[in-house]
């Protein structure tokens, strides 16, 4: 049985920072793509970033030279590093894991870790 579990998230002031981070049960290796959503209040659910398992990375216009998705295998984890953020980037944000796709991972779901940021 597959679980991720984030954490990270929390209160922060427009223009700081966080690290997201996601921990599997077990090796990530498994994973077609492993990723990052986010759903903000009144808004669908979009994709933010994603890690194929050949390391190529997708992030989505609006994150583009703010977010960074990584991983370390070593620890079965993976990571958002969100950097200047905004007031829009107020949202849940959830991690994901795929065993076929490469891109959109949504197979696996976490709980969720929130992310408020405060103008």
């Known amino acids: 049985q597959v679980q991720l579990g984030e954490s990270g998230g929390g209160l922060v002031q427009a223009g700081g920072s966080l690290r997201l981070s996601c921990a599997a049960s077990g090796s990530i290796f498994r994973f077609s793509s492993m990723g990052w959503y986010r759903q903000g209040p009144g808004k669908d659910r979009e994709l933010v970033a994603s890690?194929?398992?050949?390391?190529?990375?997708y992030h989505a216009d609006s994150v583009k030279g703010r977010f960074t998705i990584s991983r370390d295998h070593t620890r079965n984890t993976l990571y958002l590093q969100i950097n200047s953020l905004k007031p829009e980037d107020t949202a849940m944000y959830y991690c994901?894991?795929?065993?076929?796709?490469?891109?959109?991972?949504?197979?696996?779901w976490g709980q969720g870790t929130q992310v408020t940021v405060s103008s």
């Open positions: 994901a894991a795929d065993a076929a796709d490469p891109t959109f991972p949504d197979d696996y």
């Open positions: 890690v194929s398992a050949g390391g190529s990375t």
